[in-house]
Every structure is written in C-alpha cells, then in structure tokens.
C-alpha cells in the first residue's frame, strides 16, 4: 500500500496506472467498521482502490470540534493496509487549500432543513472538497454510507448536475450490536452518555413500525420520534424531519417510496445523528 500527501505526485501514479476503474473512499479518519465496509466495496468493485483520510476544515463552523476531531493516521494506515486497500491520499490542509483558494460549490435549496439549518457552511464545504477529490483521484465510483443521508444526496446530486463521470455508491448504515449507528464521534461518549444515546436508533425504529403499519402523516411520526427523545434526560434533540429524498424539502404525507426520517440529537458535548430511508437515493 502506498501512502501519498501530494496530489502532485499522486497525479503522476494514476496516470501511470492507464484505463483502469478507480473505487474512491473520501474519510476523515479515525476508521471503523462502517468506513470499512466502503473499503471493501471499493476494493470489490474496482482494479485500483484510493481511499482519502483529510478532517476538512471548510466543513466545520465556529465551536464545532475541529480541533479535537479523533486523528490517528497510523493507525488508520494499518487497518487498510491490512485490508487490501492499494492507495492512501492524507493531504495536508494546506495542500488542498493553497494560498489563494477562493471556489467553492454551493447548492442552497438541498442544505435548507436538517443538519443544514443548523450547521451554516457545512455542505458547501462537504461538496468543495469532494469536488476536489473527485477531480484529483478521477475514480469510477465514490463511496458514502447512508448514516450521513444528506451528504450522500446532496453529493449525489452534485455528480448528476454537473455531469461528473463518476457513479455514487451509497451503502447502509452499520450499526453496533446495540443498535447505535457507528460514528468516530462515539468516542466522545461515556459509558452512561452512550446508554442515554440508544434512543435515538431506538426512536426511529419506533417510527418505523408505526409507518409499517400505515400511518403516512409526517407530523405523526415527527412527534413519535421527539417525544420518546425529549423523555429521556441528558438527551437534547436537535431536529426530526421528514423529508423527500429527491430534494431534502419537507413532507406533509410520507412517501413509501421517496422519504427519509431524520434525526439529530446532543449528548454533553457530542452530537449525534440517524435516519432511515423509504425508496433509494
């Protein structure tokens, strides 16, 4: 496995690679089973497989954790390696930033509503620097878990209006045996905290069956999910929304084909998130 910093020198390796199908895994590090269930596909489904490790600073607002956002690059090396994984890009900021970087891919209408309203910048910064390494590691396919539903559609989305020659991959969420959908950030929690945070999967399957069983209003489910959140103490839920999966606006019926449900919540200083999805991105 090789490791690269400089897109420069990566550039010069894929290119002397020739006409061959390149699986990318943009990360930001500090890798766990559901990152490497994306590696594995990746390395399935492609000759060469690149996998991207950058905790992106445009993509983190004022008093968000940047700074103490988990990083163990060695670490995370030995676990692909170990994979099978054939490239690792760990750029620096500046490398990816350079003096006098000024662009950035906006999409305004999709960061409305969830984590969006309430996370400025976020998805502009999401989409800049994955335009970015689309462009630098030209892959076949990319791959996102669906944990992050509204970074995956609006990535998706961003592909098909611009006409990138790359498919998106999108691969459900996994889950502890717990039923908590595994994130670096779980790190943060302490053993009572992560007790506390098992409603939040706990909640949304609680939504579920009620939609299995017909209910199709959207304010229904809404206040399923926030009362069993807002019972538990310790808990403080951040959004719940039911939108469309097609353009992330706000539903009034659910659409069995065309709707994702979901949720956010804060517990001490980590915060959290969760869904599921009716229909395919």
């Known amino acids: 496995m ?10 010069r390796d894929l290119s002397a690679l020739g006409a061959i199908g390149i699986g990318l895994v943009p990360t930001m590090g500090y890798l766990h089973r559901g990152h490497m269930s994306l590696v594995a596909a990746a390395i399935k489904e492609n000759d060469v497989s690149v996998v991207s490790i950058f905790v992106n600073p445009s993509q983190f607002g004022p008093g968000e954790d940047l700074e103490r956002y988990p990083r163990d690059l060695a670490r995370d090396c030995s676990m692909l390696e170990a994979a099978g994984v054939d490239f690792v890009f760990a750029p620096a900021v500046r490398e990816m930033y350079p003096h006098g970087f000024v662009t950035r891919v906006e999409q305004g209408v999709l960061g409305e509503h ?3 309203r309430r996370r400025p910048g976020h998805f502009s910064g999401v989409l800049t620097v994955v335009a970015k390494l689309l462009g630098i ?3 076949e396919r990319v791959y996102f878990g669906a944990k992050d539903a509204q970074q995956a559609i609006m990535v ?7 006409n990138m020659a790359v498919k998106a991959r999108i691969l459900p969420i996994v889950r502890d045996p717990d039923g908590l959908a595994l994130s670096s950030r779980n790190q943060y929690l302490s053993s009572a905290e992560r007790e506390r945070a098992l409603i939040l999967p706990g909640a949304l399957r609680a939504a579920r069956r009620i939609i299995d069983a017909g209910e199709r209003n959207a304010a229904t489910i809404v206040c399923e999910i926030a009362s ?3 019972a538990i103490a310790g808990v403080e839920l951040e959004y ?3 939108v469309g999966l097609n353009d992330l606006q706000p539903l009034d019926l659910i659409d069995p084909q065309n709707t994702l449900v979901a949720a956010a919540v804060r517990i001490g200083n980590t915060r959290l998130i969760d869904n599921f999805m009716l229909g395919e991105i």
């Open 156 to 162: 998706s989305r961003m592909i098909r209006d611009l």
């Open 240 to 242: 719940v929304e039911v």
């Open 114 to 116: 969830l984590c969006g």
């Open 137 to 139: 590691c030209r892959p």
């Open 2 to 11: 090789k490791v690269w910093t400089e897109i420069a020198a990566l550039d």
């Open 228 to 230: 069993r959140i807002n």
